[in-house]
């Protein structure tokens, strides 16, 4: 399966990486002898050069392949002065094709194109009209930035591939796990409401036919009912504290087997029976949060998670041993903040010692099941 990187996550990355068009006005500027017709050039290497960059990042198959190409072909044309006419600062055109062909292809194929760029490079060399000095201060950087350039995008783009192939199994591996539940609440359901509800309607009928016949026995039949209705709700009550349970344990399955997948040891410690529903829910969202930004952006080898019953409250941390975080909270810490502080509980990021690690903390009150009611979904 290959996975290609998405164009929409680029942003505003092509943009920012434009300012190094401004090698093409270093000889034009500083040369006292760049004519007209040179300046000229230097704007036709621009116009072709836009629409074939934005092609690399936003397309696929052979319109991208065709881009790069065109990309490494203007650094020829533009530094080999093919038509009389020259710019040294177009070998930059060289770097953007092996950082387009870094991002767009796996490593062979890449590896590939930054052997056509050298080519081209070396064609140029014995081609341009210049002297020796001149030919080896022209093409030089060009190739030694096209593999520096080349060979560190060929592996920021394996890491983000990897990342997500990651992402994909984790989606794969969610969604298989909410079918078998649903399936097994499915069974549960019918296995322990489908002979009662049968029961209890066959009594209701009976209670019905005989209450003109014989009063005591259909008082008797709807006794009957409500004795097997409450067993019924009790029953149905304990299947739905142990899907509660169940639910906060699943998640701390999938977060063991996201992290161990991201090379990243998991250890848990706590007892998922202290928890309510909403608190259970809410710790579930952060949870899947924080394991989420882990395997994205810590660079972490160990996280641990740690739930506990304290005296008035309950008490859960995530600590992982990466980088830490750098500057503000994102969208996900933001709202898993808001709605710990609706429980009416405490949220704290700990980055005094974010060179160790990132440690988050959360604290619930116990008694505020009472209030519930009143919270949104």
């Avoid at 600062?89 to 194929?109: E, L, M, Q, R, T």
Wanted: proline share 2%; charged share 20%.
């Amino acid at each position: 399966m290959e996975i290609n990187l998405n164009p929409k996550k680029i942003g505003w990355t092509p943009y920012v990486y434009l300012v190094y068009l401004i090698f093409l006005f270093i000889q034009p500027v500083l040369s006292t002898d760049y004519g007209l017709r040179n300046w000229l050039f230097t704007f036709a290497l621009m116009l072709v050069f836009l629409p074939l960059y934005f092609i690399s990042f936003q397309s696929s198959g052979r319109k991208r392949l065709v881009a790069i190409s065109g990309l490494a072909l203007l650094g020829l044309i533009g530094t080999s002065a093919i038509f009389g006419l020259f710019n040294s600062g177009a070998s930059c055109f060289f770097i953007y094709a092996a950082a387009a062909a870094a991002a767009a292809y796996k490593p062979f194929k890449a590896v590939l194109f930054f052997v056509f760029i050298l080519l081209l490079n070396v064609i140029g060399f014995f081609i341009a009209p210049y002297t020796i000095e001149a030919k080896f201060f022209i093409f030089a950087p060009g190739v030694f930035f096209t593999l520096l350039v080349g060979f560190v995008g060929m592996f920021e783009a394996e890491r983000e591939r990897g990342r997500s192939r990651l992402e994909l199994a984790n989606e794969e591996i969610e969604h298989l796990a909410t079918i078998a539940e649903r399936e097994r609440i499915a069974r549960d359901l019918h296995d322990l409401l489908g002979h009662t509800l049968s029961l209890i309607t066959l009594k209701s009928e009976l209670a019905s036919k005989l209450i003109d016949k014989d009063v005591d026995k259909a008082r008797s039949e709807i006794q009957e009912v409500e004795r097997i209705s409450r067993e019924t709700l009790a029953e149905v009550r304990s299947a739905v504290s142990g899907y509660r349970q169940q639910g906060f344990m699943s998640e701390i399955a999938s977060a063991k087997l996201a992290l161990e997948a991201a090379k990243v040891n998991f250890a848990f410690k706590g007892d998922a029976n202290i928890l309510n529903a909403l608190q259970e829910s809410t710790l579930s969202l952060v949870l899947r949060e924080a394991v989420t930004n882990i395997i994205r952006h810590a660079d972490a080898s160990h996280c641990s998670v740690e739930l506990k019953d304290a005296s008035e409250k309950i008490e859960f941390e995530i600590r992982d041993d990466g980088k830490g975080m750098v500057g503000e909270m994102g969208n996900g810490l933001s709202g898993i903040r808001d709605r710990v502080l609706m429980l009416g509980g405490h949220f704290e990021v700990d980055k005094a010692n974010s060179s160790q690690g990132l440690k988050l903390r959360i604290s619930l009150p116990k008694d505020f099941a009472v209030q519930t009611k009143i919270i949104p979904n």
